[in-house]
Every structure is written in C-alpha cells, then in structure tokens.
C-alpha cells in the first residue's frame, strides 16, 4: 500500500511539473515565433512602402556637359548646400590638397559593396528582396540583399506568392516570407520577400535548449519527487506498518486458544457423557463459531503478512490443470448439498510458476464464493484454457493462462463490482444472509498479485457474474 502511495504521489507530481513545463516552454517558443513573424512583417510594410532609388545614369548631374569633365571624375558643386558638405581639408585654401593624378584616381575607384546601402542591409535587419510587377506584368528587381540568390528568378518566386492565395505567408521550400501590396501609384504590384534562415535557425536552438532544461528539470523534479514521497509517506507508512504488526500479533495469539478451544469441544462431542439434546446444540454452535473466528483470524494474519511484505510465497513451476481438477473434485459434494452443479473445461498441460497451496487457496475461495452466492438448484461453470496478449514491454505475444469460473445469481452492480476486492466488504442483500467476513476476494487478489497477475469480476446484467484470473504461463 505504501509502495502504491509513494507511486501515486510521484505520478501526479510529474504529471504536474510536465504539465507546467510544457506549457512554459511553448509558451517561450511561441512567443518567440510570434516576435520574429511581427517584426518580419514590419520590415516587409515599411520596404513595401519605400521609395527606392532607380537606375542612374552614368551622367550624375544631367546639366554638366560631356567634355567639362573625363568621365568617372567627381562633378564641381553647382550650389552653397554642396559647398557645405566638403570635406574640411576641401574648405581650406591652406589645406594640404590632393595632386591632379590623385584627386583623378579616387574619383574614377568605383564604390565598394558595403557603401552601398541598397545591396547590404544593416546588421540587425532582415536581407530583403523586392519586385516590382508593372501594369504590363513586366518584373522587375529593385533591390536585392539575398545573398543566395543572386540569379533570381522573380517569375517563380512570385508564382509561389501567388499561389499561396493571401497578400503575406511564408514559402516554406525556399525559407521565405513575402508581402505583396498595390498601394504605391506608379506600379500594379511590389512583392518583398524576406529571408527566413536566420529566425528558423535560432527557433531551432531554442527548441534544442528547451528540450536539453527541461529533460534536466525533468531528471531533477523526478529525484526530488522520491525524495519528498519517502519524506511525505514517512508517518503512514510508520502507523501502517504498526496496525500491521498488531493484527499479525493479535491474529497470532488468537490462533493458540482457538485451536484448543475447537479440541476440546471435538473431545466433548465424542465423548460419551450424558449430554441432552440441547448440550450437544450447543457444543455445535460454539463449535462452529470457533471454527469462523479461527478462519477470520487465519485471513487477517494472511492479509497481515502480505502488506508487511513477510509473506512467504514458493515460487516452481506446477501444472495448474491438475490443481484446478482436484479443487473441482473437493467442492463438488459441497455443491451437491447445496442443489447446484458445477461443469469444468479444464484445458491439459497448462504450467505456470507459482505457489501451490496458495494457488489452490485462490481456486477454493473463487469456488467458495460461487457456490455461496449462486442461486439454487443453479450450475456453476469453471474453465481454464491459455490465451494471448499483447505485451508493451516485451513488443510480442505473451502467453497467459485465463482461469473463470461463472456462477448464476444476482447481477453485480457496477458499484458492487468496483468495491467488490476491498476488505470486508459485502454486497447488501447477503449481509446476515450468508455466513462470511469479506475477505475472501480481498486475499484471492493478494495471492493474484503476487504472482503477476490479474482478477477482475464482470456481470451480464441479467443473471450470470463471472470472476476471471489471467496467470503468466512457464514458458
């Protein structure tokens, strides 16, 4: 029970601490996601929206005559606002100036690319490119920051806008995000297209950081869970192991009187004193009260030992087709008093590794409660056969043999069936009915427990109950 408590208590907490962070951890990445889908689109508005330079002439100043100047050199400022962004050294007649093969050599360097802010966007930018579409349908390419794309191939990217059927998405294949709009005058379309790479790669980190802390706190919530769980369970299992030890003790000192009570009253029985009728009454009902607190004490002690984890259980191998044939054999005159009948299936060569004298204490009580709760002049079914299921952790088929045993009576309710196993309960209508404690079921799940298995009862509805036991086969 304390093993189930301290399980339990770890499920949910880490069931909680999953729960909590993953929702922190989405919560991140979306938020990231989202950051860099807003920002992405901002940047696409504002280039959409901006006027950008077009193709000059090789002519800067369209009044200056060819022959004024060789070509490629610095045309003279034509107004006072020129004059006022000279270079100092330019605005001082005292000034060091450069020699004419100079001053003709720095004018005809052309610009390198990083001066030139239409092809290298800023560092903390997004590489951009934009694509105007005519009336005519005609495309052209304004500005261009994609570095592998340098060919571009404006039909097909602006196809692939197209046919996402929206004025902004993303192009997945080519890492991507457009924005088309209409509204600059001179032009039908401006598509702008934004290179994706870079906020993929970092949500991609991100993700890869996440899953490394959290797998880290997950380690580190599941240590700490095992340590609070031992902390927490420390009083209950502390009470519980002591209300074990009581009731083994006091089960156990019940045992000695009872059974020298019960020899006594056989001796008297036997005797040949003069006793009345009423005498010998007697002595059967004490008799018969000593024999129930004698099994009453026998089924706390049993239940006593296995939640203390004293009980011994002597595990070999064992054809439990004979075991079940010769529990049949004992309870069929027991059935035969009570008007009932009990009819077998019992599959051959069926082994599984267990314990006989509790295996067999298991197929009595099952065999016990049917013949007490069955109706009268009814018949009891028991089969034993082998079966297959599904095993999660071995990835195959695992044999198992698959005991029932079905008797006719009042149908089980679902309450019933679900309360059913826990100690000292019994249905209402056999209360004072049927002799009895309930603990019978509650010990036959014990003993299916300890040897890796399963119980469960299930009912018709109509008449039929059926308790079922499902045990590993020895392979």
Not at 264 to 275: E, P, R, T
Not at 318 to 337: G, M, N, Q
């Amino acid at each position: 029970m304390i093993r189930k408590l301290r399980r339990k208590f770890i499920l949910i907490m880490m069931s909680t601490v999953t729960l909590l962070l993953t929702v922190i951890f989405f919560s991140l990445y979306y938020s990231a996601r989202l950051n860099y889908e807003n920002q992405g689109y901002e940047q696409l508005r504002a280039a959409a929206r901006e006027n950008l330079p077009t193709q000059m002439s090789p002519r800067s100043n369209p009044h200056q005559p060819e022959s004024a100047d060789a070509p490629g050199t610095i045309p003279p400022s034509d107004n006072a606002h020129d004059a006022n962004n000279l270079h100092p050294l330019d605005s001082n007649p005292d000034s060091n100036s450069l020699s004419p093969s100079d001053e003709k050599a720095l004018s005809q360097t052309p610009p390198s690319e990083e001066d030139s802010p239409e092809q290298r966007p800023d560092r903390n930018e997004t590489p951009l490119l934009v694509i105007d579409q005519s009336m005519d349908g005609t495309l052209s390419v304004v500005k261009n920051q994609l570095v592998r794309f340098e060919a571009v191939d404006a039909e097909g990217l602006v196809a692939l806008a197209d046919a996402v059927g929206s004025p902004n998405g993303l192009i997945s294949e080519q890492h991507l995000r457009f924005l088309k709009e209409d509204s600059t005058p001179g032009r039908s379309l401006r598509y702008v297209f934004a290179d994706t790479s870079s906020e993929e790669r970092s949500l991609h980190s991100q993700l890869i950081h996440s899953l490394v802390i959290g797998a880290a706190a997950f380690a580190a919530f599941f240590l700490f869970s095992i340590l609070l769980s031992r902390w927490i369970t420390a009083p209950v299992e502390e009470a519980w192991n002591r209300q074990n030890r009581f009731v083994a003790d006091a089960s156990h000192e019940l045992k000695t009187p009872l059974t020298v009570i019960l020899a006594n009253i056989g001796l008297l029985a036997k005797s040949s004193a003069d006793f009345t009728a009423n005498d010998r009454t007697s002595l059967s009902h004490i008799q018969a009260e000593a024999t129930r607190m004698k099994q009453l004490t026998e089924s706390l002690l049993t239940l006593a030992r296995s939640d203390s984890g004293q009980s011994v259980t002597d595990f070999r191998p064992l054809d439990l087709s004979y075991l079940t044939d010769s529990c049949i054999l004992t309870f069929e005159p027991v059935a035969f008093e009570m008007g009932k009948t009990i009819s077998s299936q019992i599959s051959t060569d069926i082994y599984v590794n267990g314990d006989t004298e509790k295996l067999r204490r298991l197929i009595t009580i099952l065999l016990d409660n049917a013949c007490k709760y069955s109706s009268p002049e009814s018949e009891i079914s028991i089969s034993l056969e082998r079966g297959q299921k599904e095993s999660s952790l071995l990835k195959r088929n695992s044999p198992f043999a698959l005991l029932t045993v079905t008797s006719e009576g009042t149908p089980l309710t679902d309450e019933e069936i679900e309360h059913i196993f826990l100690r000292f309960y019994r249905t209402d209508p056999s209360r004072g009915t049927i002799s009895g404690y309930g603990l019978g079921l509650s010990i036959a799940q014990t003993i299916v427990d300890e040897h890796h298995g399963q119980i469960r009862a299930v009912s018709d509805g109509i008449n039929r109950n059926t308790f079922s036991v499902s045990l590993p086969i020895e392979l």
